[in-house]
């Protein structure tokens, strides 16, 4: 099995309920976004840019692109990040030093490092106070290996884990559920039959950076032509 996910531009509306939904099942601590939504060329989102006289935009999520040759998992100087079963790549919380390595060699940007204890960034931020937030359960992958916890470590680097506490159980990821235009989809890309194979096979699917050779498992189906 050979977990993978694509997003149609075509379909994205650029809401960032993807993010929003990411950031409160995980637990993610303020100021951490796995899930980012941009509108390409443009300095603001959802600002379009002006081309032959009219304002045209699309928009592109990113976040962990969970690379089949993935640098993050090559420089890991004690085997924190890792790919699993499934091909997810997941951090271990329990073995990772913060050394950022990681951080450095992952093309996408998309690891965050956590600065500080996350209840002292939440009263920072405002939050009220024993208020938590996100999946309130640790999760241990089959080799016993902690790849969440609501209670993230100061520390450590963290990403997106296509939701590992909810797809060990059979369920999808959250931005997949909670995506309003259903333009995510996730499933085997090593089964033929499964959806998401038929549209990297039908829909000339794209993935991002393709020419470092890291072999992402995300794909993007292209825009049929620039929102105006």
């Known amino acids: 099995m050979k977990l993978g996910m694509v997003i149609d531009l075509d379909r994205c509306i ?7 939904v990411c950031k409160e099942h995980n637990s993610q601590p303020p100021g951490t976004w796995w899930n980012r939504v941009f509108t390409p060329g443009s300095k603001e989102h959802q600002i379009p840019l002006a081309k032959d006289g009219e304002a045209q935009m699309y928009f592109l999520p990113v976040s962990c692109q969970m690379c089949e040759n993935a640098p993050c998992a090559k420089v890991c100087p004690v085997g924190a990040t890792y790919t699993d079963d499934r091909g997810r790549i997941l951090v271990d919380y329990e073995r990772c030093i913060g050394c950022r390595y990681c951080m450095a060699a ?21 939050y009220m106070p024993g208020y938590n937030y996100g999946y309130p359960f640790e999760h241990r992958d089959r080799s016993g290996r902690l790849v969440y916890t609501p209670d993230r470590p100061k520390g450590i680097v ?7 506490q909810y797809t060990d159980k ?4 959250v931005c997949v559920q909670a995506c309003p235009a259903g333009a995510r989809f996730f499933g085997d890309l090593d089964d033929p ?12 699917a794209l993935r991002l950076k393709e020419e470092l050779g890291t072999k992402p498992k995300v794909f993007y189906l292209p825009p049929a032509g620039p929102r105006k």
Do not use: H, I, M
Not at 14 to 20: F, I, L, P, Y
Not at 106 to 126: S, T
Not at 170 to 173: K, N, Q, S, V
Not at 193 to 204: A, F, G, H, K, T
């Open 106 to 126: 992952c093309p996408y940007g998309v690891r965050q490092f956590n600065w500080e204890d996350q209840q002292k960034a939440k009263a920072k931020a405002g």
């Open 193 to 204: 039959r499964s959806e998401v194979s038929r549209l990297v096979r039908q829909r000339q």
């Open 14 to 20: 650029g809401c960032r309920t993807c993010a929003v």
């Open 170 to 173: 059979g369920e999808l990821p």
């Open 158 to 164: 963290e990403k997106c884990t296509f939701c590992v």
